[in-house]
Nanobody, 122 residues
Framework: QVQLVESGGGLVQAGGSLRLSCAAS????????MGWFRQAPGKEREFVAAINWSGVSTDYADSVKGRFTISRDNAKNTAYLEMNSLKPEDTAVYYC???????????????WGQGTQVTVSS
């Protein structure tokens, strides 16, 4: 089992940048695919980005392609979401998620963090 803790959220102006981190406990982080999801008020949670266990393969929602970058450092048990050119519509609670197995991407995840708020002002 793995526990996930997000950090790095905050308030930023439109066009600005933030870097979210997801720190994982345990010694099996490198075997987990990782994903980032977000949920805006009154909306369903949506997929943002995912990365496979090695970090070689990534996937993004169309709404963030070219602006967000997902990465991981298995030596530090941490996944990241670099967010650039932020827009007010990116405002949401951002969650990191992990799952074991070969599947990755916009798939069901077993483990979730508590979320971190990102607010983009216009």
């Amino acid at each position: 089992q793995v526990q996930l803790v997000e950090s790095g959220g905050g308030l930023v102006q439109a066009g600005g940048s933030l870097r979210l981190s997801c720190a994982a406990s345990g010694r099996t982080f490198s075997s987990y695919a990782m994903g980032w999801f977000r949920q805006a008020p009154g909306k369903e949670r949506e997929f943002v980005a995912a990365i496979n266990w090695s970090g070689v393969s990534t996937d993004y929602a169309d709404s963030v392609k070219g602006r967000f970058t997902i990465s991981r450092d298995n030596a530090k048990n941490t996944a990241y979401l670099e967010m650039n050119s932020l827009k007010p519509e990116d405002t949401a609670v951002y969650y990191c998620a992990g799952r074991r197995g070969v599947s990755w991407g916009n798939v069901p995840y077993n483990y979730w963090g508590q979320g971190t708020q990102v607010t983009v002002s216009s």
